[in-house]
Every structure is written in structure tokens, then in C-alpha cells.
């Protein structure tokens, strides 16, 4: 086959604050830091700023090229904390990062007001992860200037899979995303959309999201694409084994892998140095071969 040419100009790119990432050459890696007693995988381990910020460091020496801050957990069952709760957890890690990284810092949160103080703080990334069109986190994003991953999320835990299809219900929901945010004022290089694998599916619904993954954008050609299946459910489930979340490293890259060779331009990881490794290969392989 021919090597395509790769134009800077032809690629999607995200842009967030007085910055922007062009996407598609290589895959970029957002690091997972929870700075949550409850997370699903790592719940507890850099609540105390200093570990926090230890931990981020370490992401961007590993290759992360973004930061993502999680002050509330989002695995099934976890109990919703307040935005004022949610703020004390991502308030003092903000402060200590500031001036001490050079990647862009994502907070998770779906509490726009959680969102606007922490842009003001100095993250310039909103990671929605509430799958909700009307919560005025657009709104917070155009204000700002801040970037806004968009994420679908079925409404129970095994809402989309077996008897929906996947592919139809995410690219619906992804094409009203794009339209609000439009109405919002937000352009759509300020916009990311993720796929919300393990959040409202079950395992054919994430794995049918993944094998598929190009059919999401197909309208939607240079839109940013971030998938995050790190240490999920689906991993265990497609191995007939409940290893705890720590130990699915080598299924993380599996899927992970398919994805970035199916299109997804970011990863969200909590294993940086490995996803680094693998997306490497895998860049080098589309660049050379296809």
C-alpha cells in the first residue's frame, strides 16, 4: 500500500485555553491521577498533595501528555460527593502543581462550578464524564476557553450492549454533543468526544465500540477521539477472570492498542510508560505501512 501523507492541516487537532494539540500522527496520553479514597483501581493513593503531585510528575516524565485530575470517583456504586467536597480534593493538588508541570492539566468533574474554579486555577481541560447534555458545562467551556471532553454514558450499568447497538446510540449522542456544544458557542476543535467505554455498557457494547471505532466519526471527521479503557470491567469479563483492577495491564494495551489502530487519537491511561511504548509502535507502523 501507499504510505499516505500526513498534513498537519488534514489532521483533527484540540485545542484547550491558549494551546491546541494536533492529533492523528501521533497519539497523545493523558495520565490518570485520582485523588479519591474510592476509586475502582487506585483509590487512596495520592490523596495528600505531595504524593499527588510526586505522581504527576512522574506521568509527564514517563510521556503523559496530559494530566487528569479525578477528585470524585466514578466506578459503579461510588457515592456522590458535593461540589464543595469535590473542590477542597482538587483545590490544594492544583495549587501545588502550579508553576511544577508543562503539560496541560484535565480535572473530571461534572459540576460545572467545580469546572470554572478549577480553570481559573489553571487546568484547561473539562473531563465531563456525566454523559449529560444539559448541565451547562458547554457554557463553562465557551466562558472560559477551556477545551471539553464530552462522554457517553448509558443510564444503567449494563445500559448499552446486549440488546442496543452500540454504534448507533454513541453516534447519536455524539452528534448532539457537537450541536450543543455548537449552541454554546464552543467550536468544535474545543471539543472531545469519548465513547465512555465501561460507563453504561456491557461487554459487547465496549467491545463492539472498540472493534468499530472509526464508524463513531464517520460525520465527524476531524473531531478529537479519546477512548479510556484502562484497568476496566470489560478486560476481566473478556478473560472469564475477576483480577483486580492493578493486575490488567496486558489488557489494557490489547484494547487500547486496536483502538489507537482504529483511529483514537487519546489515550487515558494509568500505566503511562507502557501505553507510551505501545502507541509508539503503533504510530510507527501506520506512519511506515498503511
Known amino acids: 500500500m501507499l504510505k499516505q501523507q500526513l498534513r498537519s492541516d488534514d489532521m483533527p487537532f484540540f485545542r484547550f485555553g491558549k494551546d491546541s494539540m494536533v492529533l492523528g500522527k501521533q497519539t497523545k496520553i493523558m495520565g490518570i491521577l485520582n485523588v479519591t479514597p474510592d476509586s475502582f ?167 463492539q465500540l472498540v472493534a468499530r471505532l472509526p464508524e463513531l466519526l464517520y460525520d465527524l471527521p476531524q473531531t478529537a477521539l479519546l477512548v479510556g479503557a484502562s484497568r476496566k470491567r470489560v478486560i476481566a469479563s473478556c478473560c472469564n477472570v475477576e483480577t483486580p483492577p492493578d493486575q490488567r495491564l496486558a489488557g489494557t494495551i490489547a484494547i487500547h492498542s486496536i483502538a489507537v489502530w482504529n483511529g483514537a487519537h487519546i489515550l487515558r491511561v494509568h500505566d503511562v510508560a507502557e501505553a507510551v511504548q505501545a502507541v509508539r509502535v503503533i504510530d510507527s507502523l501506520r506512519q511506515q505501512f498503511v
Open 41 to 207: 483501581s487506585d483509590g487512596g493513593k495520592y490523596n495528600d498533595s505531595e504524593a499527588a503531585v510526586s505522581h504527576a510528575l512522574a506521568m509527564v516524565q514517563d510521556g503523559a501528555d496530559i494530566i487528569d485530575i479525578g477528585a470524585q470517583s466514578t466506578r459503579p456504586g461510588h457515592i456522590p460527593v458535593t461540589p464543595e467536597q469535590e473542590w477542597k480534593r482538587l483545590c490544594p493538588i492544583l495549587s501545588a502543581l502550579k508553576g511544577r508541570i508543562t503539560v496541560p492539566i484535565s480535572v473530571d468533574t461534572f459540576y460545572p462550578e467545580v469546572a470554572t474554579a478549577a480553570i481559573s486555577a489553571g487546568a484547561s481541560i473539562i473531563n465531563d464524564v456525566s454523559g449529560s447534555l444539559e448541565n451547562g458545562m458547554p457554557e463553562v467551556a465557551a466562558k472560559t476557553g477551556a477545551g471539553l471532553i464530552m462522554m457517553h454514558a448509558g443510564e444503567g450499568a449494563d445500559d448499552v450492549g446486549h440488546h442496543t447497538d452500540a454504534i448507533k446510540t454513541v453516534r447519536s449522542y455524539f452528534k448532539q454533543a457537537i450541536v450543543r456544544a455548537a449552541n454554546a458557542g464552543l467550536p468544535i476543535e474545543r471539543v472531545c468526544l469519548d465513547p465512555g467505554i465501561g460507563f453504561g455498557k456491557d461487554r459487547r457494547g465496549d467491545l
